[in-house]
């Protein structure tokens, strides 16, 4: 892998330089978004390993199916994932710092009523029986975060964080940040405090680096991955950046650091003016794109205004890795691209999502 790829990274953080996490686990929970073509082959499409979300809609699914067609789950042995929440709570509290108590603290970190996942946090945070806290109710003391509560402060072990890296200390990064603690990395730096996920995940996310994870696999552990990547040319190099010029039009272009489905390119439904666009935009800042060939993805029967019809999904199952473990949800959030013939599963683009079972044997 390049060194620029990773040092001149926008999300690279220098501050976790020989830094030492709980237990030495950086990744606590991950989303890893995975696509079948019509030849029957998956695919990992991308991995989310900085702040995953999406979980609670997959809960809510199953919870409104059971109600809805109990039948159903009579006559199959559907595996259950209403025990995520117990598992994520075992996953978190396991990797507490040495130094907590025995039954450790922890909260969930939210940005707050503002931000477009809140209802997650909210739904999460009361799942696991947790407080639901943003940053101006918790304070850094003596190397300790604290929580302040109407019996005074009470001492946090663990935060899961759903504030971005930017975000969770003024004095370390954005000082004009009003959603995080102030000091809370010089706890972290302590090991007085656990932050899940590790602060400077967010690189992993990027999707130039995603196309090096099977170099990657093999280099540690010594083994082919499983599940392969989606082809993907990287357009910082020269000879792909040609290869995708003079291929755009049957092309998914997608940027580096892009989510919720924006500043893609879908070549074979893009007008030649969007085309012209992004051909432009390729040859002025080649780096910040990745490329992929047009997936024929998986398609579901979806309940639509005409009735029945098939639309494509993708399935982003959720991994939790504790210290005892790694645990699996025998699930996940299919995401659904509502619209006939799009490729765009995100909610943020018009996507649904559905149930999705794993039947026990």
Known sequence: MPEDLVFQNPVFRPEMNGQKVPHDIYLHVAGIDIVRDEADTFYVLEDNARTPSGVSYML?????????????????????????????????KSVAPETAPREPTVVLHTPGVYNSAYYEHSFLADKLGIELVEGSDLFVKNGVV????????????????RVDDDFIDPLTFRPDSALGVAGLMSAYQAGNVTLTNA????????????????????????????????????????????????????????????SGGYGMLIGPTADKATIASFRTKLKLDPKSFIAQPTLALSTCPTCVESGVAPRH??????????????????????RVALKQGSLVVNSSQGGGTKDTWVLDK
């Open 60 to 92: 809510e699914n199953r919870e409104i199916m059971m109600r809805l067609f109990p039948e159903l789950f009579s006559q199959h042995r559907v595996a259950p994932v209403e025990n995520y929440p117990d598992e994520l709570l075992a996953t978190l």
């Open 313 to 334: 999904v993708d399935l982003r199952p959720f991994v939790l890795t504790g210290r005892d473990r790694v645990r699996i949800v025998p699930g996940g959030l299919t």
């Open 199 to 258: 602060v400077g995940t967010g690189i992993a996310d990027d999707k130039a680096i995603y196309s090096y994870m099977p170099e990657v696999v093999k280099f540690y552990l010594g083994e082919e991955p499983i599940l392969k990547n989606v082809p993907t040319w990287r357009c910082r190099e020269e000879e792909h950046l040609k290869y995708v010029l003079d291929n755009l039009e049957d092309l998914v272009v997608k940027e580096v650091h892009g």
């Open 146 to 161: 604290y929580m302040s509560t109407t019996q005074g402060p009470q001492r946090v072990d663990v935060i899961y964080r």
